[in-house]
Each structure stands twice: as structure tokens, then as C-alpha cells.
């Protein structure tokens, strides 16, 4: 078994075509038949099922996929390591997106202030892509709001953070509120699988609440410009709603009964392991995210 197995194999899963990953690895498409052949052969497991001409990537092969991925991280580190060890060591942080606007700059700012001979390298971007990036080996660690499911990824919690109800000025609906009388109003929520999302329905299905948003969006902004023109209420953290709320162009409603809490992680993979600088980094990300002011 070599590293070339491995790639061809992750590759496979990437397009699930033999044919396709054979063209991004410009080899001919036997060449890649033959290698997860050899895998399969040699240690006696059926990676895909090949029905109607197409594959399907098998239990065994899902969970051999996520060991290969962590093999040639390691193998990449290791490359990156040799070639560059007469540079600066590069530590990859990732953050969701509400994190990477609101705390990530004064953490980043902290960090080169604290740690000079370290390049940092930044992910700002949806909670299920920088999960899917720490599985992957492609960040260090990542900042988070609310707790992973994978059991491959390990978290901290760093902090907290609340979520408010808000509208426009002049929309009609009193400053107080029940949960249950708040989702009679139109909503303007986040999309679905979204982690804000995720919370909200979590608490709705707690509370036997069914909820059917006039819109949805990817775009905090997006919403936040449609409440402030009195399109409906939306729900989010109270840091993105600062500038609107001091303006009075939005207006908070309390919801008497429920307090929207959630929690910041910090994560990384339950099998990665940091050299003494970049341990040191990660205590310090942990020890001063609460930290921040802003």
C-alpha cells in the first residue's frame, strides 16, 4: 500500500467516477480500477458498491475514507514541514462566519502580536464547511457556534453569546412578546442546516412550534435589511445587530418566556497532534477568546 493508493482512492470518492478521477489525475481509467482493486484485494474489504454503472461508497469505505484523508494530511504536513523548515511555521484557523466578523480580527490581531514567527492562515466560511475542513486535516482548528456532532471532532467550550428577536422601527408587533405569539409574525430566518437555523428549530420542536419563515436567506445582512424594512421580525446574535439598534433603525423584542443562548466551541480533530508552538497557540486561543471586547 503506498500514498499513490491513497490518493487515487480519495479521489475516486471526490468525483465517484473512476473515469473523472482518472482525468484530474491524468492517468488512464484502469490504472484507477486496478488500484482500488488492489485495496480491496489486499485487505479484504469492498470499499464501493457499483449498481446501475455507478458507485456507492460503502460504510467500511466511508469510514476508510475519512483514515486515508488523515493520512495524507499527515503526509502533506510532513512534506510542508520538510520543504519549508528554513520558514516561518504556517498555522490554518478557521472560523464560521458570524465568528470570523466579529472576533476573529482582535483574536488574529492578538495572535501576530504574541506569536511574530508564525504565519497565519485564515477560513472564514459556513459551520459545516469548516467542519468538514478539520476532518479533512485542512485547519489546525477552527472557532464554532454550537457543538459538533462528528464524533471524530473534539471541542472546547470558549464562550457564549445571545440572540435577539429585532424588527423595523415601524413594524406592527408589540415590544414584548411570548415565544408562541413571536412565531405568528412573519420570520425572516436563516437558511435550512444553517447553525443558527439548526438552533432555532431545535427550540421550536421543543416547544411543539411549527414555523414557516417568509424568507430565508444564507446572508445575515440579507435579513437584516429586510427587517429594517418592516418586512418581518428576524432572530440572531445581538453582536451583528449593534449598528441598526443604536441607529433605531431595528428595535429589540423581548420574548418574555425563552432566552436564546448558544454556545462557541473551539474544535479541532480527536487525533491531531501539535508541536510545543502550536500547542501554545491553541491554549492561548482558548484562554483569551472570552476575551474579546468588541
Not at 493520512?71 to 512534506?79: H, P
Request: net charge neutral.
Amino acid at each position: 500500500m503506498t500514498i499513490r493508493h491513497l490518493k487515487i482512492f480519495i479521489c475516486v470518492c471526490k468525483h465517484n467516477s473512476m473515469t473523472k478521477a482518472a482525468e484530474e489525475l491524468f492517468i488512464a481509467q484502469p490504472a484507477v480500477s486496478n488500484t482500488i482493486s488492489e485495496i480491496e484485494k489486499n485487505y479484504n474489504v469492498k470499499l464501493f458498491e457499483r449498481i446501475n454503472k455507478r458507485l456507492f461508497l460503502t460504510d467500511e469505505g466511508k469510514n476508510l475514507l475519512i483514515k486515508a484523508q488523515e493520512v495524507i494530511s499527515a503526509f502533506n504536513e510532513f512534506e510542508e514541514q520538510a520543504v519549508n523548515s528554513s520558514k516561518k511555521p504556517l498555522l490554518r484557523i478557521g472560523s464560521s462566519l458570524t465568528i470570523g466578523k466579529q472576533k476573529l480580527p482582535w483574536l488574529l490581531r492578538n495572535l501576530k502580536e504574541n506569536f511574530p514567527d508564525i504565519d497565519f492562515q485564515i477560513s472564514i466560511n459556513q459551520t459545516s464547511i469548516i467542519e468538514n475542513k478539520i476532518l479533512n486535516g485542512i485547519l489546525d482548528f477552527a472557532f464554532i457556534q454550537g457543538k459538533p456532532s462528528n464524533p471524530n471532532i473534539k471541542s472546547r467550550l470558549v464562550d457564549y453569546n445571545t440572540l435577539i428577536a429585532v424588527c423595523g422601527k415601524n413594524y406592527n408587533m408589540p415590544d414584548t412578546v411570548t415565544l408562541k405569539e413571536l412565531c405568528k409574525y412573519d420570520l425572516l430566518l436563516r437558511e435550512d442546516e444553517s447553525v443558527s437555523r439548526e438552533f432555532l428549530d431545535h427550540i421550536f420542536a421543543l416547544e411543539n412550534i411549527v414555523v414557516t419563515p417568509v424568507m430565508e436567506s444564507i446572508s445575515n445582512q440579507a435579513l437584516i435589511s429586510a427587517a429594517a424594512q418592516n418586512l418581518g421580525v428576524t432572530i440572531m446574535s445581538e453582536e451583528l445587530l449593534n449598528h441598526q439598534l443604536s441607529s433605531g433603525e431595528l428595535r429589540k423584542i423581548t420574548v418574555s418566556d425563552y432566552e436564546f443562548t448558544r454556545n462557541t466551541y473551539l474544535i479541532h480533530h480527536k487525533d491531531k497532534s501539535y508541536g510545543t508552538v502550536k500547542k501554545e497557540i491553541f491554549d492561548f486561543c482558548y484562554k483569551n477568546y472570552k476575551h474579546n471586547q468588541n
